[in-house]
């Protein structure tokens, strides 16, 4: 009886183990089909579950001519999720009482920011975390002399017509003023304060500095040309500055290290990074934020549409997966784009990223990181 028992249990084991191998199978050729269908160049995705990396998948190039693999540890510039590590290290600011998310921006920064339309009305720290700061990016956002009244002529264009607090308009100048606030308060170069502050107390590789990362690691960024069909190099996503940096002022120059979305990272020490979000700011060997300042960043400042909020450098969005309400971010510039979403309640988190695909839309999302997102949370979380 005991042999057959025995014989029965094994027989069973072996008919479920090519179940599994093809569940899983099945899942991984759906992947490539989601990049096949949207001419991913390269896509990085990591799976968070239970606190910890469940999945990570690497298809396509790092090096489209070259036909490099990209690989585990290769660096993406994760463009708009970088906004999270500048309003990290802020917070810790605030922490120390060192600033204050009420603080009037004229006086952090040293000129007016003032709505030209609603003189009288400060514009806040967090009106420029939140993008309620009716500060917007008609003029560009690549140096601080675009809305400083004493060297731009035309600095009132970089202003909406409502009052400041009021409404959200996306803004990229928000975070160059950030980033600048931060250097200037901190007295430590931007790129400096992060790595020493965020980077290296969680074990991570990356930062906004380009010149001082291995410049091997660089995943190449491609932009997709509708009209042709093809793929083109974009070399200004990973441009040296050491050239401009001769002249760099500090707490005024900041943009140059785009706190907005210059970070460095890879698709894994990212979802290492988003754990401590998950975790409301606390890591292994302490804490990156306290539990109350990571909450405040999470919480909805204004309502974005009727399916998302967005609270200080963090979207929450109930419109990636439907029925489930994710907290986090999206990116997207030259070509790559790159989305970190997790849930700090139930303990699990996607990052996905692509170094090149088609640039079309599903709703909000680019139409590459939403069909992998729900594949994703249908396989390993539903």
């Known amino acids: 009886m005991n042999f057959l028992k025995n014989y029965l249990f094994f027989a069973l084991a072996f008919l479920l183990v090519p179940i599994t191998f093809y569940g899983q199978k099945n899942f991984e050729a759906e992947l490539q089909k989601i990049a096949d269908q949207y001419k991913a160049v390269g896509l990085a995705v990591v799976v ?17 001519a070259q ?28 922490e120390n009482g060192v600033l204050h998310l009420d603080d009037d921006v004229s006086d952090l920064i040293g000129f007016p920011i003032r709505n030209p339309h609603y003189p009288d009305t400060p514009i806040t720290l967090k009106m420029i975390l939140s993008h309620t700061s009716s500060i917007n990016d008609s003029q560009r956002y690549s140096s601080l002399d675009i809305i400083n009244p004493k060297k731009n002529d035309t600095w009132e264009k970089s202003y909406n017509n409502y009052k400041p607090g009021t409404k959200y308009d996306y803004s990229n100048l928000n975070y160059n003023l950030a980033g600048s606030i931060l250097e200037k308060w901190s007295s430590t170069p931007f790129h400096s304060y992060v790595v ?50 001769k002249d760099y002022q500090m707490g005024y120059s900041t943009p140059l290290y785009s706190p907005t979305g210059g970070m460095k990272i890879s698709a894994k020490d990212l979802a290492k990074y988003m754990i401590m979000h998950m975790n409301h700011g606390a890591y292994p060997n302490g804490h990156i934020l306290k539990k109350e300042s990571s909450e405040l960043m999470q919480s909805p400042v204004i309502q974005v549409s009727n399916r998302a909020d967005y609270g200080l450098a963090i979207r929450i969005a109930r419109d990636l997966v439907d029925g489930i309400e994710l907290t986090g971010h999206t990116g997207s510039a030259y070509g ?47």
Do not use: C, W
């Open 196 to 245: 020493q502050h965020i980077l290296k107390p969680l074990g991570l590789y990356g930062g906004y500095d380009v010149d001082s990362l291995d410049q091997g690691k660089f995943a190449k960024i491609y932009h997709y040309n509708k009209k042709t069909d093809d793929y083109s190099p974009s070399p200004a996503a990973y441009a040296s500055i050491k050239e401009k940096k």
């Open 67 to 94: 036909k490099t693999p990209l690989q585990e540890g290769d660096l993406f510039r994760i463009a708009s999720i970088s906004k999270s590590f500048t309003t990290t290290s802020l917070l810790q600011l605030v």
């Open 48 to 64: 968070v579950k239970d606190n910890k990396i469940a999945y990570q998948a690497n298809i396509g190039y790092k090096d489209k």
């Open 336 to 382: 790559l784009y790159s989305a970190m979403f997790f849930d700090p309640e139930k303990k699990f988190g996607f990052v996905v990223i692509t170094n090149g695909s088609m640039s079309g839309k599903v709703g909000n999302y680019n139409s590459l990181l939403k069909p992998t997102i729900n594949l994703l949370y249908h396989q390993f979380i539903d």
